[in-house]
């Protein structure tokens, strides 16, 4: 079952990011820009998206730790200059991957109260899929919020900034991957429970909604 487990994780996580990339390429393409298209990155195919340390390895060692899960896939190639609103629309096109994943967990949270799927009504395996489909996608939604270059939320912060943070910004974006690995491993403990704890506020805001 342990195993099983770990497949059904890694799929979901696999769903979750190629969701998330695409929604980025896809309102990058509306706001004008063709980048992604031309890269072939609007697809289901997972080999386009798949990054193997992010997409497969963090998440899978994330759920055998019993760590928060989260992770991302190879960033959709998107080029700001061909954007409408430029720095506004890369904010949308940003948020657009932690959106499609807030609303992959909200769908599958309101499936799965209403059926009881998710409290086990059919079953240990269902209550697990709908379970970690809700969590999965909390976690890389709050991961990608984080404002550290190359994360989502440096591009929101990005256009909401002064120019002279925006110049701070656009310097580290290079090394900024670094620094969240850095974080994760030298703060993982405080990270984890910042990461538990916004994910049981979104979590108690969907049970807010549905009056649970």
Do not use: C
Not at 82 to 88: G, P, T, V
Not at 136 to 152: A, C, K, Q, R, T
Request: net charge neutral.
């Amino acid at each position: 079952m342990a195993f099983l487990n770990i497949v059904i994780v890694l799929g979901i996580v696999l769903i979750s990011v190629i969701l998330h990339e695409l929604s980025h390429g896809l309102v990058a393409y509306w706001l004008g820009d063709h980048t992604a298209k031309d890269a072939g990155r609007l697809t289901f195919n997972p080999i386009k998206h798949i990054d193997p340390f992010m997409s497969i390895l963090v998440p899978v060692v994330l759920y055998i730790l019993r760590a928060p899960v989260f992770g991302g896939a190879k960033p959709v190639p998107v080029n700001y200059h061909n954007l409408k609103w430029r720095e506004w629309g890369m904010a949308l096109v940003a948020v657009a991957g932690p959106l499609t994943n807030f609303i992959i967990a909200f769908v599958f949270f309101l499936i799965g109260h209403f059926s009881g799927l998710a409290y086990g009504s059919g079953g240990e395996l269902w209550q697990f899929i709908f379970v970690e489909f809700i969590y999965i996608n909390i976690g890389f939604m709050l991961f990608n919020l984080i404002p550290i270059p190359p994360l989502d939320g440096s591009r929101v912060l990005y256009a909401i900034a002064p120019d002279s943070f925006r110049q701070i910004l656009a310097g580290i974006e290079r090394y900024g991957i670094i620094i969240v690995y850095m974080m994760i491993f030298l703060f993982g403990e405080i990270f984890s429970n910042l990461m538990i704890n916004g994910m049981q506020g979104i979590l108690d805001f969907f049970y807010l909604i549905v009056g649970g």
